[in-house]
């Protein structure tokens, strides 16, 4: 699977393009313009788990002309923005965005919900469906997507997608204090 974050600018009623300059700080390494994404989804609870690789690609010339200060945001994103899970749950909405383009291919985030914490969207132009989404950093906020789906399954007749992204990197995280003991 592919997804090019261009997609954000005109697929959604949303403007899930914001999300753009979090999305390539999380997944963006050694200067590259894509990153490979191991994902899992199944279509119903009953349904058998499917695996595979999405590519996330981005090409800031492109984005630049959508969103000309691109470079100042992720320059922010990267030096002085420590808000690692902000940035996770933004990351996490572009995958969730990324798999439903496969997954529900004619599935629309339309407006966001207005409880919660900015990561629930209505899908479609009707208040009849709805996408969770979970972001989270490896070893992080562990139930959370459990208390979640729990919380949701309170409202039955709302046709409902869980989405639980967990963000695993291998790199370890540079120390933020170096410098500052005697």
Known sequence: MEYDLIRLFDEHACCLFEYIPATIVTFEQDGSNQREIGVAWRTSATESTIESTLAMKWDLDAIRAKLPMID?????????DDDRATRTEEAAIVVAAAVMAHVEPGSRFTWRSDTGTRHDYYLNDTDDEMIEIAGRWEDGLSGLFDQKRAQSDRNPTLRKRWVSVTIVRRDPPRNRTEGLHS
Request: hydrophobic share 10%; charged share 55%.
């Open 72 to 80: 100042r945001q992720l320059q922010s994103r990267r030096e002085r």
